[in-house]
Nanobody, 128 residues
Framework: QVQLVESGGGLVQAGGSLRLSCAAS????????MGWFRQAPGKEREFVAG????????DYADSVKGRFAISRDNAKNTGYLQMNKLLPEDTAVYYC?????????????????????WGQGTQVTVSS
């Protein structure tokens, strides 16, 4: 199993930046894909970004491409989501997740049901 704890959320004005962290413990985090998702009130949980186990391949939703950057430090068992040029529509609870299905794979799934373990989420609120 993997335990995931997100941090770094908060209230920020439009155009500002936040950096989310996802601390992992338990089973080897570094061998698996990590993703970030978000869920706004009344909406489905949606894919934001994903990163391969080595950190050399990334994928982004079109809505955040060019503004957000996903990264990971496997030595620290921690993943990150740097969010720049934030918009009010970025307001949501942000979750990190790990997919333990594909060991050392470069495939980054976008479906929420493909991820096995989730953190508790951190709220990001962007004011206009």
């Amino acid at each position: 199993q993997v335990q995931l704890v997100e941090s770094g959320g908060g209230l920020v004005q439009a155009g500002g930046s936040l950096r989310l962290s996802c601390a992992a413990s338990g089973r080897t985090f570094s061998d698996y894909v990590m993703g970030w998702f978000r869920q706004a009130p009344g909406k489905e949980r949606e894919f934001v970004a994903g990163i391969s186990w080595r950190g050399d391949i990334t994928d982004y939703a079109d809505s955040v491409k060019g503004r957000f950057a996903i990264s990971r430090d496997n030595a620290k068992n921690t993943g990150y989501l740097q969010m720049n040029k934030l918009l009010p529509e970025d307001t949501a609870v942000y979750y990190c997740a790990v997919d333990l299905t594909y060991y050392r794979s470069s495939y980054i799934p976008r479906g929420k049901f493909e991820y096995n373990y989730w953190g508790q989420g951190t709220q990001v609120t962007v004011s206009s």
